[in-house]
């Protein structure tokens, strides 16, 4: 049995679901890997750096009490020092255009000896290079599987299932608001009713026009193209349309003929190595696996040169979906 | 660099698709994963037992060519004392009842102290927990990943990617034959000319009433089942019903209409922990994901506690594919 103490980075909806599931999940950790659990430190731009050094009671700590912290930190240095941390658990949200600061902080965990596991694209985007190198040099991991398609592998299934492969390109379905979005509009309802409904899903981001203007899917097709294709792509690099220019009438036509539009992303590695990569509104055929990713599902198909083509879909994945790809990416950093 | 001794157990279409495969893959092994390998020793019922303990020349081999082979063995004992295998690489044809020769031969190459990698399903439906206390107590991999999806990662999935999860059902179009055929008929061919399309396609088992029948899907639900779920379903257990009934003007009705018939392979676990199964004929709805399941192409849908649903599919896989999941088990096997 090993007691780990962690960290959480970012204490909103995903950061609580995550805390909530490792409660759920103690006695499955404990029988299966020997893990014993403790949060103890929990940061926030609202909190500040709290720690507790025996441990914080996690639903007291759900319900906003904080009053067991055993101290309150200035700073992230003062408060990995205090709470040393064999993980921190990162879930503050998305800077697209620097990652920061939250390459800043998931540099600090590594220097203080944690294993850093991100829900945040950000990072991956702008500092993978840096981070993977300083995470090999402290010996830790650098795991990032929410980043993109939430709670279902993505990078671990490259990482730990398909060596020596060698990843041709890739498409897919990475933002749910545009879906939903798309959807209202083909079931004869307004742009704005389609953002309010994808609001009351909880799957925007904080500026909705992240997702409407494309940079979500952006940001996570060079999340994937850094990773998978060791291609340093960047948002810039990326042609973007959102989907503000799509027409109700051409939405609904292609709904009814089976053909629906989407906000669909693609990579594609030339023969000379070059990546060109877009996202855009496209309509798809109706045999195309994309064409069945329905409400707030997401999707991914590859082209590997040892398969034609493999997708991986998850369906209509919930706030316990997110976070169980940080607790995924946990016990992976750690089991033996 | 570790310079592995391999032997080829059957050596059919995937069995040499394996050995092209290890030969254009050479170099990725060498300077990804430090992996030397040479191929010491092949049997078919057709050759015998036959050893080359230097290795032997894989192109003349391919060819028909086993001049080099430097002893004969009466058995396959007497063969894996000659061959000194560090792994066994099993692709003989499936006994659907007993899982036999294959269980016995893949025993005796654990106690030689070979890892033991296979593509036959029969070997899991039938000796699975036999076979991984064997590897357990030899402290050697029993991996299988070639028998239910091809090369579509499955069992490394559950294994490597999603810890502490618990899987409460799985579905699934897990046939290929049955697909091609139900297609033919949808555009107005016989049934019998499903089966020759299918068979030009080389997808069909031996006996393509194992696939019409809907035994090849029955003992992939069942090597699921016993692998993901801890459930000892035997193919008897399974509520089966093949395509032979299903009417063509009904098929094509269906498919008019976008929901398409399917050989439907399902299982799920009840509460109290007992395990309910089916492959039958079904009617799929639109935006079912396995609707969009076309020819060859093969796939899988988990319901999961920590996620409402996630699919996995292989579009096309060809004969590269399905050595490749022997390849990639290989891999994983003796990689550090």
Partial sequence: MTQYRLCFLGFGNVGRALARLFVAKTAELRELYGIEWQIAGVATRRLGWLANTAGFDVPALLAGDTTATTSRSNDIHEWLAKTQP???????????????????????????GAHIITANK????HGYEELCALAQAAGKRFLHEATVLDSAPVF???????????LRGFSGVFNSTTNVIIEAIETG?????????????GVTETDPSNDVDGWDAT???????????????????????GIRGLDGGTLRAARGEGRPYKLVARARLAANGSISATVQ????AATDPL???RGTS????????????LTIMSHRPNLQSTAYGLLADFVNAVKK
Avoid at 86 to 111: H, K, R
Avoid at 221 to 234: E, Q
Avoid at 281 to 284: F, R, S
């Fill in 281 to 284: 509104p496209e309509q798809l």
């Fill in 156 to 166: 671990s299934l490259f990482r730990e299932t398909l060596p020596a492969v060698k």
């Fill in 122 to 125: 950000g990072t991956v985007v």
């Fill in 298 to 309: 997401l999707a991914v198909h590859f082209e590997l040169d040892m398969m034609p083509g």
């Fill in 189 to 201: 309802r307004t742009f704005a009713e389609g953002v309010r409904a994808a609001q009351e899903l």
């Fill in 219 to 241: 940001v996570k097709v060079c999340a994937l193209a850094r990773v998978l294709m060791k291609a340093p792509l960047k948002p810039s690099d990326v042609r973007r349309e």
């Fill in 291 to 293: 064409a069945s990713v």
């Fill in 86 to 112: 064999d993980a921190v658990l990162e879930t503050t949200s998305l800077n697209v255009e620097t990652g920061q600061p939250a390459i800043d902080y998931l540099q600090a965990a590594l220097q203080a």
